[in-house]
Nanobody, 120 residues
Framework: QVQLVESGGGLVQSGGSLRLSCAAS????????MGWYRQAPGNQREAVAT???????NYADSVKGRFTISRDNADNLVYLQMNSLKPEDTAVYYC??????????????WGQGTQVTVSS
């Protein structure tokens, strides 16, 4: 069983910054991908940024150059530094981990989400 707990969301003005944190606990296998996803009202959930256990990152085009994802493997922490925030970044942000089990099955776990609101 894996639990993810997010923090750091809030209300910020355009151009401001926020730092989201996610702490994972439980049976975390070595091969995994952690990431941040977001869902705005009326929209599908979309991937914002992901990072593998060896540090390979991917970003949505809409956040490249503004957001940075990082992780602490020893403590099973993942962060999302969000700079130059725009109103279109407003969404509920979810922490995610995909774990490759020894059976070679990928298993997903999700946090409860944290609200990010960017005012114009």
């Amino acid at each position: 069983q894996v639990q993810l707990v997010e923090s750091g969301g809030g209300l910020v003005q355009s151009g401001g910054s926020l730092r989201l944190s996610c702490a994972a606990s439980g049976s975390i296998f070595s091969i995994n991908v952690m990431g941040w996803y977001r869902q705005a009202p009326g929209n599908q959930r979309e991937a914002v940024a992901t990072i593998t256990h060896v540090g390979s990152t991917n970003y949505a085009d809409s956040v490249k150059g503004r957001f940075t994802i990082s992780r602490d493997n020893a403590d099973n922490l993942v962060y999302l530094q969000m700079n130059s925030l725009k109103p279109e970044d407003t969404a509920v942000y979810y922490c995610n981990i995909k774990i490759l089990e020894t059976s070679y099955r990928w298993v997903d776990y999700w946090g409860q989400g944290t609200q990010v609101t960017v005012s114009s």
